[in-house]
């Protein structure tokens, strides 16, 4: 079965840096995109990167656009999203999430079979 486990969350300052993993399992990784969203306390999720199944497109929601890279690593299954730069408003549960089909990242949730059990980010001084 389908499996995403995410890993890297923790308490960063501001301005400061945290890496996130995703490992992947239960289908063929790099036939799909993969993406990363987020729900802050107390609102809704957002869809924050995409990345391409061969990783030569990448795609970011403009909250998060020139601070945090996506990346895979196909041959270990994995996604990862480095996080620079980082806000109190980027304090969330980060989800990694598989699409449904192949093609381009959908930054539309309902778009999204399979997600983890996200890891807790928590900037703060």
């Known amino acids: 079965q389908v499996q995403l486990v995410e890993s890297g969350g923790g308490l960063a300052q501001p301005g400061g840096s945290l890496r996130l993993s995703c490992a992947a399992s239960?289908?063929?990784?790099?036939?799909?995109?993969m993406s990363w969203a987020r729900q802050a306390p107390g609102k809704g999720l957002e869809w924050v990167s995409g990345?391409?199944?061969?990783?030569?497109?990448?795609y970011y929601a403009d909250s998060v656009k020139g601070r945090f890279t996506i990346s895979r690593d196909n041959a270990k299954n994995t996604v990862y999203l480095q996080m620079n730069s980082l806000k109190p408003e980027d304090t969330a549960l980060y989800y990694c999430a598989k699409p449904k089909g192949v093609g381009v990242p959908s930054r539309t949730l309902y778009e999204y079979d399979y997600w983890g059990q996200g890891t807790q980010v928590t900037v703060s001084s």
């Open positions: 239960g289908f063929t990784f790099s036939n799909y995109a």
């Open positions: 990345i391409y199944s061969d990783g030569t497109d990448t």
